[in-house]
């Protein structure tokens, strides 16, 4: 079984940064591809970004030039560095590790960005 912990989150004005981590206990991290989601009030659970086990990478447009998605399977976690943050980013933004056969879900970190 493999928790999935996320931590980072907090308020930040517009503009700013922020790192959000997905620390992983149990299981082979380095199998899993990884994704972040993120569910704003209202709204369903979008995919922002994701990253393979291979390290290919994706983003949602709303995010491309601004977040940037990465892992380190050595400390099995992986990592969602956002920055110039706009107040439609505000959400609770949720971990997901997946494979073949499995698929896991963390607890998610509210971000809110205030203008």
């Known amino acids: 079984q493999v928790q999935l912990v996320e931590s980072g989150g907090g308020l930040v004005q517009t503009g700013g940064s922020l790192r959000l981590s997905c620390a992983a206990s149990?299981?082979?991290?380095?199998?899993?591809?990884v994704d972040w989601y993120r569910q704003a009030p209202g709204k369903e659970r979008e995919l922002v970004a994701g990253?393979?086990?291979?390290?290919?990478?994706n983003y949602a447009d709303s995010v491309k030039g601004r977040f940037t998605i990465s892992r380190d399977n050595t400390r099995k976690t992986a990592y969602l560095q956002m920055n110039s943050l706009k107040p439609e980013d505000t959400a609770v933004y949720y971990c997901?590790?997946?494979?073949?056969?499995?698929?896991?879900w963390g607890q998610g970190t509210q971000v809110t960005v205030s203008s």
């Open positions: 997901n590790a997946h494979s073949e056969l499995n698929n896991y």
């Open positions: 149990g299981g082979v991290f380095s199998i899993f591809t």
């Open positions: 990253i393979t086990r291979g390290g290919s990478i």
